[in-house]
């Protein structure tokens, strides 16, 4: 099928990559020496509007967890962690995972990396954004643009963000496989993870932030269990409706008859929130594309996709700029 050979063709672009970063360290000198901080933001955003194009094109095959095409989304991350300078948890970004499915058992790989914080460096915040998706049906490609191609460019885009000035905590990016088969890589993470439990703070998630619609509105969830984030949302810049999701069981939100939102529990942050984790979770409304093979990058308005990921930039310096011990007093022992 064309979609095999695609992915054929893209193993040996992404091969000649990563021989590049072992030739010449793959730091990020086009970014890190960006004259201003208005070019910096520029060359950032540009690189994310790439990273969603390369992760949800035809050759990916939709990232199905066990696929080719998931194994191509991963070479591409490992190349764009080396690039961001991010650190390896033992000497490999890959962290492979066994998980079941009904009676049979699976096996998936999270993409981590680490970025080491200037005034708390082991206490740690953790981004995450799932990079799997669903595998063709015959010719049809699933491609995911928004779902979730969108939120791995915005985890590639806020690690860019932390690398020209030094953050005050350290970050775990962790780009999670097989969340589409049940959170399993973001289980797989917390089951065991690469620092004491105690110290991570906060989630921050990203999953399909790139498809405002006509009313241009992002939603952010986790105000339950951190009320601060009313603070931050009334105060947040941006052109974009931010609207603070329920944190309850369910919500039906946007267009008349679209499925229920069941907000505390649609992406890998769940599994954070019921190990007693604060977290961010941003995400849109779902839209007509959402898991058919009409979700491809085209359908995007980049100008909206820019404005969410700079909110979300925002909300990260935001958290960054909290208290050690009021990130630390909002941890609970579990939440169900």
């Not at 050759?59 to 194994?71: D, F, P």
């Not at 499915?101 to 790989?109: A, I, P, Y």
């Not at 959170?183 to 999953?207: E, H, S, T, Y």
């Not at 939100?253 to 942050?269: I, K, P, Q, T, Y």
């Amino acid at each position: 099928m064309l979609w095999r050979k695609l992915i054929k063709q893209l193993f040996v672009r992404i091969g000649l990559l990563l021989s590049l970063c072992v030739v010449v360290p793959c730091v990020v000198a086009p970014l890190a020496a960006a004259a201003n901080n208005s070019e910096y933001s520029e060359r950032s955003w540009q690189q994310a509007w790439q990273d969603l194009q390369q992760l949800s094109a035809d050759a990916m095959a939709g990232r199905a967890t066990g696929t080719a095409g998931n194994e191509a989304a991963r070479l591409y991350l490992q190349a764009r962690f080396a690039e961001l300078q991010l650190l390896t948890a033992g000497d490999s970004y890959f962290q492979p995972f066994v998980f079941k499915e009904g009676f049979s058992q699976r096996q998936g790989v999270n993409v981590l990396g680490l970025r080491r914080g200037c005034v708390h460096p082991d206490r740690y915040i953790v981004v995450t954004a799932h990079y799997d998706h669903l595998k063709p049906r015959g010719k049809k490609i699933f491609n995911g643009a928004d779902d979730n191609a969108s939120g791995v460019a915005g985890l590639l885009y806020l690690a860019a963000q932390t690398l020209t000035k030094c953050p005050a905590y350290s970050y775990w990016f962790l780009a999670t496989d097989a969340e589409e088969m049940g959170l399993d890589g973001a289980k797989a993470f917390l089951a065991a993870p690469p620092v004491p439990r105690a110290q991570l703070l906060l989630n921050i998630n990203l999953d399909m932030i790139s498809r405002g619609e006509m009313n241009q509105r992002l939603y952010l969830a986790g105000k339950k269990q951190l009320p601060q984030l009313k603070t931050f949302a009334a105060a947040a810049k941006t052109p974009l409706k931010l609207t603070l999701a329920h944190d309850g069981r369910q919500s039906r939100l946007g267009r008349h008859g679209n499925a229920a939102v069941d907000w505390a529990n649609a992406s890998d942050h769940a599994v954070f929130r019921k190990a007693g984790m604060p977290y961010l979770y941003f995400g849109v409304d779902v839209h007509p594309q959402y898991h058919t093979p009409q979700d491809d990058w085209q359908r995007i308005d980049p100008d909206y996709f820019r404005a969410a990921l700079e909110l979300i930039e925002q909300s990260r310096g935001w958290a960054d700029a909290l208290p050690l011990d009021e990130l630390a007093a909002a941890q609970k022992s579990s939440v169900n």
